[in-house]
């Protein structure tokens, strides 16, 4: 394969190998996305320039989610943490929403451009801390390779045990009756 053969219409074609590689690790971040009751409602198909994003009926709650409201919340999370995983590597993108009118499932379609603009110092710093969350003490597997990024900040923790019956030191509840 020739660069001219990497050639579009629109815009030129990054190096395949960083593109895929860069998707993939966009792909990988935006399953770290927070999701209605941890559904991952979310579906991602690579190209070799291009990630797409669809929803997963299949994950849709009907008794708390009858319109699929949250489902399409949840999947705009994900396209957002891919957006910030490639933003944070210098890698411009064009996002179309709702790329396909006759597949309503078809959220998004991310394309990598060929100009880069240089890693955004704020997506960075936001990408790296996404590495710090963690669900019920539990690390994710890109955090362990990073334990000292934004040190300043307490990592995000997602506790899942019932609430506890103790009350909150200095609060009181006002009593509902006279």
Request: charged share 25%; aromatic share 2%.
């Amino acid at each position: 394969m020739t660069p001219e053969s990497w050639k579009s219409d629109t815009h030129d074609i990054p190096d395949a190998v960083d593109a895929t590689a860069d998707l993939r690790r966009a792909a990988a971040r935006a399953t770290l996305a927070r999701s209605v009751q941890n559904t991952q409602p979310w579906r991602f198909d690579l190209g070799p320039t291009s990630l797409d994003l669809s929803a997963d009926a299949t994950r849709r709650l009907p008794v708390i989610d009858p319109d699929g409201r949250q489902l399409t919340i949840s999947c705009g999370a994900a396209l957002y943490g891919a957006r910030l995983s490639l933003q944070a590597r210098g890698v411009p993108v064009s996002v179309s929403l709702l790329p396909d009118p006759t597949r309503p499932e078809h959220l998004a379609h991310v394309e990598i451009l060929s100009a880069s603009h240089g890693r955004d110092p704020v997506a960075t710093a936001e990408d790296r801390a996404a590495d710090e969350r963690h669900t019920t003490g539990v690390r994710s597997a890109l955090s362990r390779s990073r334990r000292t990024c934004c040190s300043g900040s307490p990592p995000r923790r997602t506790r899942r045990e019932p609430p506890s019956t103790r009350s909150a030191p200095g609060w009181t509840v006002p009593s509902s009756r006279p």
